[in-house]
């Protein structure tokens, strides 16, 4: 890991700190003292059962005598007095006994967790189905050998960086990149009541009577939840539901703000449908920040009851407590109609297709089971032709020009079948877009929502000129930290000394994420370009990127950023390291070998560039770019 001490300055490890005294976990089992009801509702939800022992007594499958083969590896369960365990034939013939270490989840699937090295937990790929009881893998219709980054041995299904912090309280990863070992902690395992809280020594010093440091709420904890924090308590939920990058090493304090803690991903194409719609496994509150029901003021409690992690009502009564001609006092602007009813839905009363969720929370299945629910909530477009809708989610056979006329025909007045972004970002994704003015003037509009115009600014980075930096540039003081952060990747084409001048402040953004996206632009700014104040106001933004790169060194495509990096800065021999190491964590990154294979020849000549081809076409003998290569070199 020498190249790193090439690019980054030594990190210092997140810790849990306020003004005057360190704040210490107590535990969810002291919280219940005195806080018996919401314990109560909480031990068996899905949060508290997020992560348990295999002494808590959760586990759900079949361990005595049990088996399962797929694709050329075969497992078989045994429970040897309760000492559970798996024994793994792989593909290669290779056969290990793993004792489960841990239980993931309890419905509609279970997962299991092996230690596979001192600390190492992996997520084993063969999961339990619920509901069937039966055994099934995740991932069917993928050919995952052993070597592969994809297998569950591999740095994309271990549990220390990619899951724990969210099926824990208190969660430090701890990764020692020079190792690659973890020493990760936790105060409790699953999500308990100070994940939500935060620390709660000062608390019960509170109960006692003793003053409370600076920087705490009321009653000791780092924020009082309740009336008037509305979205505050959206972002907190959103830390885990969410598909993001984190900037800390585990979880941050509750009441932080998101964007100081994470980087989160916009509507890309393989992540959501051009409209907006869900489609990879990307939780809820990319999703939910699109709707007007979030635009309205509308919070994760409304509908949710966060100590029993379940809804607060069934059916369309969830969405009648403020959808009905009552309405809800909370929400005056909302029009006051009957909404269940065949006069709205144009359905047969109590069927599939009378309940609210299924014409406006569109649901696919994730990891085999798991059925999820879109929170844009959204009127059902089918006359946009983007290829997934709620109306041919039923009705298949009969296709999106059928639906469209049926909704025309039910609602002829309707002002909102309007353009929507979705026709443009679809055109920008499947690179059919030639003038980039609609989407320019959906990140300059104001109406729509932030994530939208952050993704209109992310599809116009092809379209890079001086002339579009100038136009985005008022972007860069949007309210919306995550418009903000996506600026200034666009000022990359304007003059040098208005690049500066515009990206100057946000080095100081209050919102880290903010900070980091403008501090990478930076390195392609030469120091001669700024002053004296200006650098200095460069490298502390750089600094806190390099906080941010260094909490996630066991991530391949983290080396993949530091690979690109170093080339930016002329650094062939940090590059050449920082992309050995892409392939070390995950020899299948198609992407790092043919940058291995030119740095290899930069750096050491042609024998050391054959060497590391002959390597590279061992893990990837099909990949056309390393045969073109090779057919370069004469091999």
């Not at 008037?228 to 830390?239: L, S």
């Not at 509009?445 to 092809?462: F, N, W």
């Not at 952060?485 to 402040?505: D, F, K």
Request: proline share 6%; net charge negative.
């Amino acid at each position: 890991m020498i190249y790193l001490r090439m690019l980054m300055l030594t990190a210092t490890l997140w810790a849990v700190a306020h003004e005057g005294r360190a704040q210490e976990y107590v535990g969810s089992e002291t919280c219940s003292d005195c806080h018996q009801e919401q314990t109560e509702s909480w031990q068996n939800s899905h949060h508290a059962l997020a992560w348990t022992d295999v002494a808590d007594g959760h586990v759900q499958a079949e361990f005595n005598g049990s088996s399962f083969s797929h694709d050329g590896m075969s497992v078989s369960f045994a429970d040897q007095n309760g000492i559970l365990s798996a024994t793994v034939t792989e593909k290669d013939g290779v056969t290990t006994d793993y004792p489960v270490h841990s239980v993931v989840g309890i419905a509609p699937l279970q997962q299991y967790l092996f230690e596979t090295e001192p600390g190492r937990l992996q997520s084993f790929d063969v999961v339990w189905d619920t509901e069937k009881d039966r055994w099934y893998h995740l991932y069917p219709e993928q050919d995952l050998p052993p070597n592969d980054g994809l297998h569950w041995t591999g740095p994309y299904k271990n549990w220390n960086a990619r899951c724990a912090e969210c099926h824990a309280t208190g969660y430090v990863k701890n990764y020692d990149a020079e190792a690659k070992a973890y020493a990760s902690t936790q105060a409790e395992i699953g999500v308990g009541c100070e994940a939500c809280h935060g620390p709660g020594s000062a608390h019960l010093e509170w109960t006692t009577g003793t003053a409370l440091d600076d920087g705490l709420g009321e009653v000791g904890f780092p924020i009082d939840w309740g009336r008037g924090q509305t979205e505050a308590e959206i972002q907190q939920c959103a830390g885990c539901h969410s598909r993001r990058e984190a900037l800390e090493d585990g979880n941050p304090i509750p009441g932080k703000p998101y964007h100081d803690a994470y980087n989160l991903a916009v509507l890309r194409p393989g992540l959501y449908h051009p409209d907006g719609q869900i489609l990879d496994e990307v939780y809820v509150y990319g999703s939910f920040l699109q709707s007007r029901m979030y635009a309205a003021g509308v919070g994760c409690m409304d509908c949710h009851d966060p100590h029993r992690a379940e809804l607060k009502a069934e059916g369309n009564g969830l969405c009648t407590q403020c959808h009905s001609p009552a309405g809800n006092p909370d929400f005056r602007t909302l029009r006051q109609a009957s909404y269940d009813t065949p006069t709205h839905h144009h359905h047969v009363e109590n069927s599939e297709g009378a309940q609210c969720k299924n014409c406006h929370m569109i649901e696919r299945t994730y990891m085999g089971v798991d059925g999820r629910r879109d929170h844009s909530f959204r009127i059902p477009r089918p006359d946009l032709g983007l290829g997934t809708d709620a109306c041919t989610d039923c009705h298949a056979e009969e296709g999106q020009p059928w639906a469209a006329r049926q909704i025309a025909g039910w609602y002829p007045d309707d002002t909102r079948r309007t353009a929507h972004y979705g026709t443009a970002f679809a055109a920008a994704s499947s690179g059919q877009l030639d003038d980039p003015e609609t989407l320019t003037a959906i990140a300059l509009d104001k109406a729509q929502p932030g994530i939208v115009r952050a993704t209109a600014l992310y599809l116009l980075q092809p379209f890079a000129t001086a002339d579009l930096a100038e136009r985005v540039a008022p972007l860069l003081s949007d309210p919306d930290p995550l418009v903000r952060a996506n600026g200034p990747v666009l000022q990359r084409q304007a003059p040098m000394p208005e690049r500066v001048a515009r990206l100057e402040p946000l080095l100081a953004d209050p919102i880290r994420n903010v900070r980091v996206s403008t501090a990478k632009e930076f390195l392609a700014i030469p120091a001669q370009a700024m002053t004296q104040e200006q650098r200095a106001s460069a490298q502390q933004g750089m600094a806190d990127w390099q906080r941010s790169i260094s909490h996630r060194l066991d991530f391949p495509e983290t080396h993949m950023v530091l690979g690109g990096w170093a080339l930016t800065l002329r650094n062939a021999e940090a590059a050449e390291g920082a992309f050995r190491e892409v392939v070390t964590l995950d020899p299948q990154r198609a992407e790092a070998w043919p940058m291995l294979v030119q740095l290899a020849h930069i750096n050491r000549g042609p024998e050391a560039a054959i060497a590391t081809l002959d390597e590279a076409l061992s893990v990837l003998p099909n990949d056309p770019n390393l045969r073109q290569m090779a057919r370069d070199l004469g091999r």
